[in-house]
């Protein structure tokens, strides 16, 4: 039996990389409540967001906008601790899995209740992990991609619940502290994926140290404290309601802008600074956060299933022609350590696969040319009439996409590779992500702390940012591939889910699926004022224990 107070998901060294990385951090962490005294209840912090929010419906609130409201109005049954990634009582005081991680039991507290003053049940718990789960398909909501092989939970005594697999299950007690099974009212649990939209943020009820009170579609959602709230963490120092009033998430999606209304005092905090805008953030009363995200790195995918890319030695090729030290030194800082495989050094199954991405553009040339690409007199390698043509999506989310893509084209163009940048709005690059016609290469990372973040970047079902899976014909290109990734969800051990993670990385590696390019941090410039701030296991904002000073 696996109880919280054995928990077994964390290797050893994850506590030591972490604090390595967040040693890396330029005035590392906002400074600690001492600095400023004892906490201070009371104030309104003004938070200035890059982009604006899609949905608050938790499976798909992935995006980091999405998440840093529903991390702040939502509990989960268990908390991940963010310094050592394992496991804590939180909504559930305590629980047990079965040998083969196919029955979870978890018992439950009997005093939370949601902000429309509705209680948290055993049967509202079983509602929210059912729609999770299973999804809703004719309400258009998904699957969480954090739950895998579910099959049903059931309400065994006042304050337990159970939860059953058809098959193994072993990051389900992990996706239960993440904010893709934040826990919602009943109410909320009946709405539509377009009433979990835009418009409807006040209608969202959950059971968090905050309820959101207003929202101005697209400019500003803003969130108050709740008064009775009492249900934090036990391992939190911090317990009671909120020590803020409320927090205004303002969206400020020019960069100077959002940095310089931090540095002028005018917002207590911004996410996404700028690597070039780090500097300033060195001032006196000013500071950065820079947060691991713990998860599959910012890389590129390589849609292998294409054409120009079906041919694995152009795939090292372009792997050889890219100098991604050249590009870390010239676009970011050391908050971004440059890439040793798939996942971050940080991330629960890590392993280096470094030895398959050294630069050599020597060696990208001999492969190109054994592969029958020929240099044309435009300086545009071509075969068979088509030339070595390819296209990158801007990735929105990602920091500097765009630039990485230009140092990318310039490098890629001395082989006689064209890259072109496929630009456009959120909406664009999402439709055309799914097109490998329109996007053969495609930039991305995603953050979770647990082994099966890498299944859900790369399997079929999920993200699918390699489009093994053709949407168009439901035809699979690589079935070994998914079966090493299934397995990643469904070995019953911490040491066989370590072993497959491994071997889903070295395949990966082998087969020039990938390029990873660095670890992404989360980086928050801060005021002095700010005390307390706090962000959860990838690195979104937690502000139930902060507080301003002065």
Known sequence: MSRLTRTTLVVASTLAAVALLAGCASGSAAPAASAGGEPKTGGTLTYLEPQTWTTLYPPSAGFYPNGGIVNNVTDRLLYQNPETLELEPWIATDYKVNDDATEYTFDLRTDVTYSDGTPLTAANVVKNIDLYGKGDKARALPVSEAINNYDHGEVTGDHTVVFHFTAPSPGFAQAVSTINSGLLSDATLDRTSEQFGPGNATKIIGSGPFVISDEQIGTQTSVTARKDYNWAPPSLKHQGAAYLAGVNYVVAAENSVRVGTVVAGQADIARNIPAPDEAQFAAGGLSLHAAATNGVNN??????????????????????????????????????????????????????????????????????????????????????????????????????????????????????????????????????????????????????????????????????????????????????????????????????????????????????????????????????KVQGFETESVGRPTFYSTWLAG
């Open 299 to 528: 890389g590129l995918s390589f849609r292998f299933r294409e054409p120009r890319l079906a041919d694995v030695r152009v795939r090292q090729a372009i792997i050889a022609g890219i100098d991604r030290q050249k590009i870390v030194d010239t676009l970011f800082t050391k908050n971004y350590p440059l890439a040793t495989g798939a996942l971050a050094k940080t991330a629960l199954g890590y392993v280096d696969t470094s030895s398959s991405y050294t630069y050599d553009p020597a060696k990208a040339a001999s492969l190109l040319d054994a592969a029958g690409w020929t240099l044309g007199s435009d300086g545009i390698r071509a075969k068979d009439g088509q030339k070595l043509t390819l296209s990158f999506n801007e990735a929105l989310p990602q920091p500097r996409s765009k630039e990485v893509v230009t140092l990318i084209q310039e490098q890629l163009g001395k082989l006689g590779i064209q890259v072109n940048l496929f630009a456009g709005d959120m909406a664009a690059q999402t439709k055309a992500s799914t097109d490998q016609s329109v996007i053969q290469v495609y930039h991305s990372m995603v953050g979770r702390a647990d082994f099966d973040v890498l299944k859900s970047q790369y399997f079929s079902k999920n993200r699918n940012t390699l489009l093994n899976l053709n949407p168009a014909d439901g035809s699979i290109g690589d079935p070994q591939l998914d079966t090493l990734l299934q397995a990643i969800a469904s070995e019953p051990t911490t040491a066989q889910r370590q072993a497959a993670s491994e071997a889903a990385q070295t395949y990966l590696a082998e087969n020039a699926y990938i390029l990873p390019i660095f670890e992404e941090p989360q980086v928050f410039g801060l005021t002095a």
